[in-house]
């Protein structure tokens, strides 16, 4: 699936600093006890001061005496002095994302909720510091990047080297963490925000457990309904076809790359005949290394690039070098990607997700092999997904997990009209059922919307007040007037001025 991993990445690098404050103690009342600590956004990122606990859970909940694992909890203090007494609860994609990562890349976007709320940071059971489930080069079985048989057995090595029963690393399993967190902290009602894959994990704590919650937030929304993988290849063509037409739409781009799409072509009819050795300087030790640059490293490049609309300024550039001959800066772009996946994601969480409340339920019958195979991805994912999951074991699912919730508490659905694998027709799929949404569509923006323009002010004013009532027209108005799409990179210096 791998929902949520390069919005995450960019905004990481992009993290400043957090002012230093006081930080509060622990909560009157809370079982859990809280120590001076350090979260960032991975290696070699700046460090934010928080409050943190290793907290005890059984490792499989129906059997609270047995065997235990350990859930990672960080809390960042409130600017204020006098918080409110409901704190922000941010929930990672992925999924195989740690929440604690996750925030600590992208907190600049929640510093106005962070005013008047402490941050609740959980690291999901099987990422970041809690038990993480954990395989070495499985990112190549999950993108599809070898053979079904390579799939197989890779699912095969990943099970044998994890440090727990992966059956009890599913969303159904981590919503009982997050309650229990509550409890052991001593408030009230969490204010929930899920990105991507954190989407389900925010909406089934809202499911199962209504009174604990007291807002919702869903940033590029994933339906309960909806099992992803098959059509994962579809909605990525569908927005490469749009980055191409919007390039050839926009003279200073159609002029500089004329017909992109049909010099995307050429090159994906080149790479499927002959792969391209090129040699780079590995992204973190610099060290050269020799890269065979074929269809599927062009697709999973290309399908991470076009989650932003930063880097899909790039897109027609990169396309266009590459199709001239010049492999090497979306080779680079490739190795990148490829290095965050592999550090951002938990695979066998993943893997544990997937393969429970996934794959299971794909319609096979009216999975389109034609269509799959008309995109540049191709099947080869789906195709990869489904080999994993049949040598790995199903976890625990709760019977309405893939129901839509029903809910009258208020809930801010967020969607990028350009994104490539959550689109607008998720958020409504999911709201059905909810009487009490907003639901807001960010103009050519791709996955995710924390970070965009008005966004963080509507998101901390929607959390003041506790109610969508707090999205008026001035937000509206700001959505449809501030954001755009970067003009495309016309040359590696930048758009035209």
């Known amino acids: 699936m791998i929902l949520n991993l390069l919005p995450g990445v960019l905004a990481a690098l992009l993290a400043l600093l957090l002012p230093v404050v006081a930080l509060a103690d622990t909560p009157v009342g809370a079982t859990l006890e809280l120590e001076d600590c350090r979260i960032s956004a991975g290696p070699g990122f700046p460090g934010i001061k928080a409050r943190c606990a290793d907290f005890e859970r059984p490792l499989d909940p129906a059997h609270p005496a047995g065997e235990t694992i350990t859930v990672f909890v960080a809390v960042v203090a409130a600017l204020s002095l006098e918080p409110k007494p409901d704190p922000f609860v941010p929930i990672a994609g992925g999924p195989g994302q740690a929440s604690s990562e996750f925030y600590s890349g992208y907190a600049n976007a929640f510093e106005s909720i962070r005013r008047e709320r402490d941050i609740v940071l959980v690291d999901q059971r099987g990422t970041g510091a809690s038990t993480r489930l954990d395989c070495e080069l499985d990112e190549e079985v999950v993108e599809g990047r ?3 048989e390579e799939s197989v057995e890779g699912a095969r090595r990943c099970l044998e080297s994890l440090p727990a029963d992966p059956r009890f690393f599913t969303t159904s399993v ?3 963490d997050l309650e229990a967190v509550r409890r052991a902290l001593a408030y009230p009602q969490f204010n929930v925000y899920g990105i991507s894959y954190g989407t389900r994990v925010a909406q089934h704590y809202l499911r199962r457990f209504p009174e604990s919650t007291r807002t919702v937030i869903l940033d590029g929304v994933v339906p309960p309904q909806v099992a992803l993988g098959p059509k994962i290849a579809i909605d990525a063509q569908r927005a490469l076809d749009a980055i191409f037409a919007r390039c050839e739409e926009s003279p200073p781009c159609n002029e500089r790359f004329p017909e992109v799409g049909r010099s995307f072509a050429r090159l994906t009819s080149a790479l499927d ?24 490293e062009l697709a999973g490049a290309l399908r991470l690039l076009s989650y932003h609309p930063n880097t899909v300024a790039l897109i027609p550039l ?15 772009q490739y190795l990148m990607v490829s290095e965050s996946l592999s550090e951002a994601l938990a695979i066998g969480m993943h893997n544990a997700v997937v393969c429970t409340e996934d794959a299971p339920f794909f319609d096979r019958e009216a999975v389109d092999r034609e269509a799959l195979e008309a995109t540049y991805i191709g099947p080869v994912q789906l195709d990869a997904l489904e080999a994993m999951c049949s040598v790995w074991p199903a976890g625990v699912m709760d019977e309405e997990l893939r129901a839509p919730v029903a809910t009258d508490r208020p809930v801010l659905l967020l969607s990028g009209e350009a994104d490539p694998i959550t689109p607008p027709r998720f958020a409504e799929l999911a709201a059905v059922e909810m009487s009490n949404k907003a639901l807001l569509v960010g103009t050519d923006q791709g996955h995710g919307q924390a970070a965009r323009t008005c966004i963080p002010e509507i998101m901390a004013e929607f959390i003041d007040a506790g109610s969508v009532d707090a999205i008026d027209d001035k937000d509206r108005e700001c959505l449809a007037t501030r ?6 990179f016309l040359d590696y210096t930048g758009p035209s001025p």
Do not use: I, K, R, W
Not at 273 to 296: I, K, M, R, W, Y
Not at 318 to 332: F, M, R
Not at 483 to 488: E, I, T, Y
């Open 318 to 332: 990169l396309v266009y070098e590459a199709a001239a001959g010049n492999h090497a800066p979306l080779a680079s």
């Open 146 to 148: 070898v053979s079904v």
């Open 273 to 296: 005949e002959q792969p391209v050795l090129v040699e780079l300087p590995d992204p973190l030790t610099g060290t050269l290394q020799a890269l065979s640059f074929g269809h599927n």
């Open 483 to 488: 954001q755009f799409a970067m003009p495309f």
């Open 174 to 176: 981590a919503v009982e």
